[in-house]
């Protein structure tokens, strides 16, 4: 069989913005997603200054989207509420409706996206990749590992210690509004809330919890939600009166928040997203590392620059963020750290400000933000 250019395993963010990138640059490209239909996903749906702008570079117009405006950061610690500015103006939008619409740019400049395909197996041998699914066999020249949180059979992340869960509501009128122009984020004893408003006036709750919640409640979402909105009274007052747009949330277990992938898995095969690095959750930059993995990967395979080289030089970026991303998560779990922190972040809004921007990415992988706008030249080996 001939090969294609590339194979992109998993058609979330990471996926779609990799085959975009290297078809309207003249590659042939597969996608493979394995959901039939587009379908909630454990994410926050919260889009920081950077995930906008390469979003826009990808050719998305979030506004025409109905992505909200977000420029408060709302914040719940150690029974003490306080509200900083954000350093940046955020927005708003579903993954439901932002992986769809990726997809969709993807396949309007020429890639192949199949739904309801499910990988069965992956084998590089260093020139070519072979990808299975249950019925059909691709070659290509290389391949992108886009999962997200999932894990393909063979090709295991380490896993972690937290479960996380998403779910739509529809808020009263009186809890709407107070969530207007808020990103909301509350601290508890075995992990955190979040929720901001998106699209179609619907408010997105994301909420983690350690192996003691759930031994707790189990697998009983309406408990969990009800246990928390009692032990964080911002969060019972935004559910009070909301209503759930579907039956039950999405869910995953065993996330590694600050995984880094060292080991390569081949030469022409790129981790990317999830894949690649695993940012704490209470950052909001997960979609900027996305994306940005996803843009420097196609990058990397239109300079026909190896995936251990992009690899290092990208997570060698990722340094300082994770860094403070890791003192930031050891602090909420301990009660002194959070008491103290609550203290000075009630006298000293400007304070969660900076950690805020501490905890952003800056892509680094063009030398300019000029490159945005002219992206390297796509050469063909």
């Known amino acids: 069989m001939a090969a294609i250019d590339a194979v ?121 990749v072979l990808v299975r699914t249950g019925t059909t066999a691709y070659q290509a020249r290389t391949a992108a590992l886009a999962t997200g949180k999932y894990n393909l059979r063979g090709w295991q992340r380490d896993l972690g210690s937290l479960s996380a869960f998403k779910m739509p509501f529809s808020l009263s009128s009186t809890a709407q509004r107070a969530l207007d122009g808020v990103v909301a984020l509350a601290i508890y004893d075995g992990g955190y809330i979040g929720a901001c408003l998106v699209e179609d006036q619907t408010a997105t709750l994301c909420w983690l919890a350690d192996r003691r919640l759930i031994g707790q409640f189990g697998g009983d979402w309406s408990a969990q939600l009800a246990h928390l909105a009692h032990r964080t009274e911002m969060f019972g007052d935004l559910l009070g009166g909301a209503t759930p747009r579907v039956k039950k949330p999405a869910a995953v277990s065993a996330i590694p928040f600050g995984y880094l992938r060292r080991a390569i898995v081949a030469d022409n095969v790129f981790p990317i997203g999830d894949q690649l690095a695993v940012i704490p959750s209470f950052t909001g930059d997960g979609t900027t590392l996305a994306l940005s993995s996803a843009i420097a990967a196609a990058w990397a395979v239109m300079e026909n620059r190896p995936a251990a080289q992009f690899q290092s030089s990208f997570i060698g970026a990722l340094g300082a963020q994770f860094r403070w991303g890791a003192v930031i998560g050891a602090g909420l779990k301990t009660k002194i750290a959070c008491r103290l922190g609550s203290f000075v972040i009630a006298r000293c809004p400007w304070v969660t400000t900076t950690l805020v921007q501490l905890t952003r990415f800056e892509p680094k992988f063009w030398p300019s933000r000029r490159n945005l706008a002219s992206p390297p030249r796509a050469t063909h080996a």
């Open 8 to 128: 992109v395993i998993g058609g979330g963010l990471a996926g779609a913005a990799f085959a975009l990138e290297l078809a309207r640059h003249g590659r042939d490209v597969v996608v493979l997603e394995r959901t039939a239909t587009p379908h909630l996903k454990v994410c926050g749906d919260f889009l920081g200054g950077n995930a906008q702008e390469l979003l826009a570079y990808l050719g998305l117009d979030l506004k025409s989207m109905g992505a909200t405006a977000i420029n408060t950061l709302r914040l719940r610690i150690a029974n003490r509420t306080t509200e900083a500015p954000l350093p940046f103006r955020a927005a708003g939008v579903s993954r439901l409706r932002l992986d769809q619409a990726l997809l969709e740019e993807a396949q309007r400049v020429g890639a192949r996206v199949i739904r309801g395909s499910t990988v069965t197996g992956l084998v590089a041998d260093g020139s070519t």
